[in-house]
């Protein structure tokens, strides 16, 4: 393969199922890649990382691994790939790989996850990348691509307006793109973020409280029923955190409704990040996918209580014994 | 002991946890009693009833037993304790008992209970008895009767008033009350379904999808809280159910919820009926406890989203394989 060397470096903080993997397709493509490990380091440090993908597995013996933040050079990218549930990290990772032009591109799910950044690197643009893939770290370095793995690039501005297209994340998603990932760049990151909560809200719950895949899911009647009408709950949210000077709100077509639960039912059974992070026995991202909607809705004057009841029930599976798998 | 034998004939169909268990009482204190059996019909026919109760365990070996109704004589009192999930059964089991002054005392949770037994049984007086217990059934015609015990017994109107106190459900009563169970007479039957309701509907739904107890819901700030919401919104279904011509509202006191929740609280660790039913494999109560409340509400022109939520999740609890409990 011959490979074009990008211009941009970059860092990964949280090298692992998100992170880990798209960082490991930049470094293959030819981009200098820093990667901040944790529990793997040892591993990473000796013998790199390898990727089994369904596009082709891969490994990459030497990587530029860090057990610490202050070792790392700065960089032209931050790449977050830390789960939000351990984002009071991020104080104290984030501001020493920040240079005068440094950006942070975060590959997080949920809402209000850019102005939790911006608070930490004020200086910084942030993008956001929006992740349709199915992969998991089954070992110390060691990644999973199962399924999909498009993702979507957007800018943050605080104010209420689409983000536009600055030419550093042209760059960005140009680097992607030559990684051989399959990637979009939208104007409007908080309309693409409204519609994959349109999607996680109720499957990501679902999956979990229910014990379920995707195909478990829409096989029942009731489920279906029910991820309905919090789609629908999720499209009125979308919609309402327009008021009151509120800046997330986005109008959804709604007939997202039906489209994504037409395509739900013909996907292939489909285990949801939540539930994944639930069976590995990992905190769920409960606040970021379930709480920040639903509190930027009632501080908008919207009443979610379908939502509201699923976050309660999934704090509760957070917090009691896990159940086996079935 | 020395006891006054009633005057009152019964019959039981059901003779499980709760039939067996008071069936069992009443015939210990001297009332005749016939009990119709299914599967235990050997066992009880050839060895009678066996009852170990917190109350003082008893037995008795000898019991009017039989496999078919035909056989059954008519009775005064018939009681139902089968559960309501297997109520399309009573079109054929309850007619044939049915003379004259038969009444029917049906002891089944939930809500438009009575309605869906007047329109098999017209000619009789319907009473309903809201059982407080915690009761098993453990082995052929052998109950266990862990903790509990009271009953209220009211009569049934399909008008929308109070039933009143009529004759015979006073001798009912009488008869329950010389069989040492707790008994109340109440002369307003669907207020006490719908105060039952406000317990049932959150708790019964939430043990089964959270797989906890009454102990470990209420130790968990977030259950608790869904719990409440839940409370709300059924004592708004009540007092909706009385728009619109509907005959099954009533007007709860709001502080039913804050006192329901702080006795909750203080209860010992509860395994709720439904959870026992789902834990033993049986189907759930889930239309009686949730669906007809919740369409009556609908009918009554009031959304209880939080309701439809719980319902379509112990649909898909009461459709899928069972998880083990913890």
């Known amino acids: 393969m011959t490979v074009q060397r990008s211009s941009l470096t970059y860092a990964v903080i949280g ?3 998100i992170g880990g993997y798209y960082g490991a397709c930049l470094q293959r493509a030819g981009c200098t890649v820093h990667f901040l490990l ?4 040892a591993q990473v440090q000796a013998h790199g990382l390898r990727v089994e993908s369904i596009a082709g597995d891969f490994a990459l013996p030497q990587v530029n691994a860090y057990a610490h933040v202050a070792d790392m050079p700065p960089v032209d990218v931050v790449i977050i790939g830390l789960k939000t549930t351990q984002n009071a990290l991020l104080k104290t990772l984030l501001p020493p790989l920040l240079g005068p032009q440094t ?15 911006a608070a930490i690197a004020p200086q910084s643009p942030i993008f956001g990348g929006l992740c349709f893939i199915c992969s998991n770290k089954v070992g110390p370095g060691h990644i999973r691509h199962l399924d999909y793995g498009a993702i979507a690039l957007g800018a943050y501005v605080p104010e209420d307006q689409p983000g536009g297209v600055p030419p550093q994340l042209s760059a960005i998603a140009a ?15 908080y309309m693409t973020r409204w519609r994959k909560l349109v999607w996680n809200i109720p499957f990501n719950s ?14 029942d009647p009731n489920v279906r029923q029910l991820a309905q009408d919090l789609m629908t709950e999720v499209v009125a949210a979308a919609a309402a955190c327009g008021n009151r000077g509120q800046v997330q709100g986005r109008s959804l077509p709604p007939e997202i409704v039906s489209q994504m639960l037409d395509h739900t039912a013909t996907m292939k059974p489909y285990r949801t990040s939540m539930k994944i992070d639930y069976d590995e026995g990992r905190p769920l991202e409960v606040e970021a996918i379930l709480g920040n909607p639903l509190r930027s809705a009632q501080a908008a004057g919207l009443a979610t209580p379908r939502i509201d009841t699923l976050y309660r029930l999934v ?10 798998s079935p």
Chains 1, 2 share one sequence.
């Open 175 to 189: 680097d992607f793109k030559a990684a051989g990932i399959e990637t979009e760049v939208v104007e409007d990151l």
């Open 315 to 324: 704090k509760a599976c957070d917090r009691q014994p896990h159940r086996p």
């Open 15 to 17: 090298t692992g199922a």
């Open 206 to 219: 679902l999956s979990v409280v229910l014990n379920a895949t995707t195909q478990e899911m829409m096989a």
């Open 38 to 41: 944790h529990r793997d380091y």
């Open 103 to 117: 950006v942070v591109l975060t590959l997080q799910n949920g809402l209000n996850i850019e102005a939790e950044i």
